[in-house]
């Protein structure tokens, strides 16, 4: 009896047209996926350069704080003295000398501090000439965190501002010695995270011995107060900021009446 043959399959004759049609469309679907999805990174680092990274700051303007959560780039040019401007002369001071400056604070009282020109000589003539000029008077202290310390000396109230100038900083990581630490009563510099040299007008009197080791180092501290830590206290206690920056309303900012050089 014959054998019936098995029926296997047939091997499928594939088109090389069809193969290479194929091979085209996942071509063009790998190019667009790739393409998108270098598309999503390039959106992603423009909005981050457009809008910047969640961040006291400011584009051309630089908020400048004590240990602010956040800072950006100041466009100010350091010089390492004060650039002479239209309204301030810029004074000589004796580092042997002792220089007393009394701030007076509309409603609160009086805040006495000494001046240590032999531990941070630009800023202390930074600080005396701009109070000569009557510079500081009418201005407010915009930034207060109680238990930590009051700002002021912003002729725009909100940490942008200061003088047509800036100066050099004179602290540790900038290279320069100064054995000033921030303990409860210092008068020091602000400035912003970024530029080291810009300290300009700002300047914050320190509250408590908690932020020493935050501080020291890094901030130019040219003085302390002699009289009138009552009335930081109480600057301190009064305040409402609106955020946890120590940002105040401006209405109800404490007003710098003077700040006055006595003998």
């Known amino acids: 009896m ?13 088109d090389p047209e069809k193969i290479k049609k194929q091979e085209q469309k996942e071509k063009r679907t790998s190019i667009i996926m790739i393409s998108v999805f270098a598309a999503i990174i390039i959106a992603s680092i423009v909005l981050i350069f457009v809008f910047g990274v969640p961040s006291s700051g400011n584009g051309n303007t630089s908020t400048q704080t004590a240990e602010a959560p956040s800072q ?29 400056a009394e701030i007076k604070v509309k409603d609160y009282g009086t805040i006495t501090v000494e001046l240590d020109p032999k531990s941070a000589p630009i800023t202390v003539k ?37 003088a047509e100038h800036t100066i050099k900083g004179e602290f540790a990581q900038n290279g320069v010695n100064n054995p000033i630490s921030h303990k409860r009563g210092v008068i020091s510099m ?6 080291m040299d810009s300290a300009s007008s700002q300047f914050f009197i320190v509250q408590s011995d908690d932020h020493v080791l935050s501080l020291d180092e890094k ?12 009335v930081v206290d109480k600057i301190a206690a009064d305040a409402k900021p609106i955020d946890d920056n120590g940002t105040i309303e401006k209405d109800q900012q404490p007003v710098i009446e003077s700040i006055r050089m006595i003998e």
């Not at 014959?2 to 594939?14: D, F, L, N, T, Y």
């Not at 602000?190 to 530029?195: D, K, M, V």
């Open 2 to 14: 014959a054998q019936k043959k098995k029926r296997g399959s047939k091997p499928i004759k594939k």
């Open 72 to 100: 950006t780039v100041s466009e100010n040019v350091y010089s390492e003295e004060p650039s002479e401007i239209s309204d301030v002369s810029f004074v000589d001071i004796d580092e042997n000398k002792t220089y007393t």
């Open 190 to 195: 602000a400035r912003n995270s970024i530029s």
């Open 219 to 230: 901030y130019a501290g040219f003085g302390h107060v002699t009289s009138g830590m009552d």
């Open 126 to 162: 930074n600080f005396v000439s701009l109070v000569q000029s009557g510079f500081y008077d009418g201005l407010t202290f915009h930034r207060i965190m109680e238990g930590f310390m009051i700002q002021g000396g912003d002729p725009k109230g909100d940490g942008t501002g200061g």
